[in-house]
C-alpha cells in the first residue's frame, strides 16, 4: 500500500472519530468557557494536548488556581496510559521508521486512534495515523471552539445527549475486530468485567482512573499476549 492511500484510508476511518469527537469537545468547550478561558485559549489547548481525560481534570485545576506541580503531576497519572498504547502500537510499525514518524504519531496517540491503528491486520503505514489524525484533531479543536463561542445556549439534556456519542464511537471501534476474533471478544469482556470490578469493590474504587486503565490493561493486555501470542508474520 502507497502512502497517498494509506492517508486516504485513515482519513476515511478517521471521520467517524472526528464526529464523535466534535460532540465530546462540544461540552469540553463550554466547561472552559465557565472556567474563565477564551476560545483561542480552548482551542490551543484541544489542539495541542487532544485528550479528554487530561484536559477535563486540567479545567478543574485551573478553576481552582492550583500550581504548576499539581497540574503535571495530574496530568501524567491521568495520560499514563498511553505510554502503554504507543509501546502497543510500535510494535505494529516497521522497524525502519524514523525517529519522526514516531513522534508525530506519538501526537495523536488517543483511545481511539489507537484504536483503528492497531485492529490494522498488516503493518503499520505512519501516513495512515496521519490520515486518522488529521480529520480527528480538527474536530476536537472545532467542537471546542463551538462550546465556547454558542454552547451555553443549548438545553441540559441536549449536553447530556452529546456525551453519549463517545461512548458510542468506543463500541464501533471494538465490535468489528470482536466479532471476527473469540480470542478478542474474550478480552472486550473479560475487560468489561474487570473494570465493573475496580468500580465497585471498596478499596479498588478508590485507585484513579488513570492507574485503573493502567493496572487493567498490564494485566489482561499482558495476559493475553500470554496465553495468545501473534506471530510475527501476521502483520507482513
Known amino acids: 500500500m502507497n502512502h497517498r492511500k494509506a492517508f486516504r484510508n485513515g482519513m476515511r476511518d478517521g471521520i467517524p ?12 468547550g463550554i466547561m472552559a468557557k465557565n472556567a474563565g478561558m477564551t476560545a483561542f485559549q480552548a482551542v490551543l489547548m484541544s489542539l495541542t494536548n487532544l485528550t479528554s481525560a487530561g484536559q477535563f481534570a486540567g479545567l478543574g485545576i485551573i478553576s481552582a488556581s492550583l500550581s504548576y506541580a499539581e497540574m503535571a503531576f495530574t496530568q501524567l497519572v491521568i495520560n499514563l496510559r498511553y505510554c502503554l498504547m504507543s509501546c502497543a502500537l510500535s510494535q505494529k510499525l516497521d522497524q525502519r521508521a524514523s525517529f519522526f514518524h514516531r513522534f508525530f504519531i506519538a501526537y495523536g496517540n488517543t483511545d481511539e486512534i489507537f484504536g483503528i491503528c492497531s485492529c490494522r491486520e498488516e503493518k503499520l503505514d505512519p501516513y495512515y495515523t496521519y490520515g486518522a489524525v488529521s480529520v480527528a484533531s480538527p474536530g476536537w479543536a472545532f467542537g471546542t471552539f ?11 439534556q441536549v449536553l447530556s445527549a452529546l456525551g453519549v456519542a463517545l461512548y458510542g464511537m468506543f463500541i464501533a471501534v471494538i465490535v468489528p475486530p470482536a466479532k471476527n476474533s473469540r480470542i478478542i ?11 465493573l470490578i475496580f468500580t465497585l469493590v471498596p478499596v479498588l474504587n478508590m485507585i484513579s482512573s488513570g ?7 498490564l494485566l489482561i493486555a499482558g495476559g493475553a499476549a500470554v496465553l495468545f501470542p501473534v506471530k510475527e508474520e501476521a502483520y507482513q
Open 17 to 28: 472519530i472526528a464526529l464523535g469527537y466534535l460532540a465530546v469537545s462540544f461540552t469540553f
Open 146 to 156: 463551538l462550546g465556547v463561542v454558542s454552547g451555553s445556549i443549548l438545553p441540559d
Open 185 to 195: 471478544a474474550g478480552v472486550v469482556l473479560v475487560s468489561m468485567v474487570a473494570s
Open 211 to 217: 492507574f485503573r486503565i493502567i493496572i487493567l490493561t
